[in-house]
Structures are given as C-alpha cells and as structure tokens.
C-alpha cells in the first residue's frame, strides 16, 4: 500500500540523453510536487501541480518539463541531460496546495 | 525570500543523552513549520507541523517546539534507531503550498 511510488529508483545514463522519473501516488491527493536534492543534501522545489494544473514553476532550465496526466500521476522529463542533473529527485503530494506534503522514496539520477 | 538555518550540521549522541536541534526562519507570514526524518536512501518522513508561535507537537521520543524566529526539536533519551537527518521546513503566505527547506542536522547516537 505504497502511498508515493517512483520509477525508477535509481537512473545512469549519458550527458546528451533523455529520460523520464515517473510519479504516482495512491492517497487521493490534489497537489503534486518534484524536489531536487543535491549532493549537500538541500532539497529544492522544482514545480507543483494542483489538479492537473502546474501552479509553481521555479527556476529550473527548460530542458526539465512537468507533465501531469491525471491528479495521481506527475512525470518529470529531462532533455539533453548534464553532468550537474547528477542528483535525488523526489516526488511529493498533499491533499491541498497548503497541506502536509508527503514524499516518495527518490530516484538517484547520476549522469557520466 | 524564505529561508531556513539548521544547527548543527551534525550531533553525536550517547544513547540515553538528551539534546535539542535548532531550526531558525525568515518567512513573510508564516504558514506552518515542518519537521521531517530522513533515512540514508529514503525519501522524507513527516514527523510535525507547527502552525503558531508557543505551539509543541510530541511524539514518542521527539518534541517540537516553535517561536517566532525558530524552532527546536528536542531529543529526550535518544535511541540508536533515532540517527537520521533531520529536515526543517517552512510555508509561507504566498508560497502556494512551497516548502523551504534547511540543509537538516545529522543525528547519530551511539550505543
């Protein structure tokens, strides 16, 4: 009874590549989120969606893009991966934008 | 902007040896203060949310605390099953449901 899955757990590839981290969660939740967390440990916010519609989207370059089929699911894709892609992203959900969010187990993302 | 200080970076514990770890904030109106575990490999775990200055939340060995520029999380008798990261987190009134988080405070307690 997973409540936030992600696949896959963890992800090598080559710089120049492309690749989707997908998202799903079980708990009925409106609002979605994908953190970033880097080698120091901080953990950022990249985007959220709130029933489908992507309500924060921070300073994160172009190549990164949200896709948010359905409320249980966010998909995050990544083109022409770099070296400094190289970390844990993890997923969220809430039951509300202003609610406790809960998080996925991550997806270590390293790039060579 | 946000922003979120932990310290310390790292504490080391004796089973059994009470400690408290600070977490200090600047937010335009704050929406609710979050406490989570994190264990080598996993993703966040929820412990607490505080909402106003003078409010405490416990559970089990843990108990948390918030004023109006920080928090504490206080460790009574700490376990070696207590050692993780511990991350704080703040919301502000126009975040949109945008947590801020801190660097987090790695716990370890020795047996």
């Known amino acids: 009874d997973t409540a936030v899955s992600q696949t896959p757990k963890y992800l090598v590839t080559q710089m120049g590549n492309d690749k989707s981290i997908k998202c799903e969660q079980n708990?009925?939740?409106?609002?979605m989120y994908w953190y970033k967390q880097d080698s120091k440990k901080f953990l950022k916010i990249m985007f959220s969606?709130?029933?489908?519609?992507?309500?924060i989207n921070e300073t994160v370059p172009n190549r990164f893009s949200p896709k948010s089929p359905d409320k249980a699911h966010l998909n995050l894709h990544i083109n022409s991966l770099e070296l400094g892609d190289s970390a844990v992203y993890f997923c969220?959900?809430?039951?509300?934008?202003?609610?406790?969010?809960?998080f996925g187990p991550g997806t270590r993302l390293t790039v060579l | 902007e946000d922003q979120v200080t932990q310290s310390p970076e790292a504490l080391r514990l004796q089973e059994g040896e009470s400690s408290s770890l600070n977490c200090s904030y600047t937010?335009?109106?704050?929406?609710?203060l979050f406490w989570y575990r994190q264990d080598p490999g996993k993703g966040p775990e929820f412990l607490f949310t505080?909402?106003?200055a003078g409010e405490e939340k416990e559970k089990e060995r843990l108990k948390a605390t918030l004023t109006k520029k920080e928090s504490f999380l206080h460790i009574t008798a700490p376990k070696p099953e207590d050692s993780a990261t511990y991350l704080c987190?703040?919301?502000?009134?126009?975040?949109?449901?945008?947590?801020?988080f801190g660097q987090g405070t790695i716990l370890t307690v020795h047996p």
């Open positions: 969220a959900s809430s039951q509300t934008q202003g609610d406790t969010q809960y």
């Open positions: 969606y709130n029933n489908k519609e992507l309500i």
């Open positions: 708990l009925g939740h409106d609002t």
């Open positions: 987190a703040v919301r502000g009134g126009t975040s949109y449901g945008k947590l801020t």
């Open positions: 937010v335009s109106g704050l929406r609710g």
């Open positions: 505080l909402y106003s």
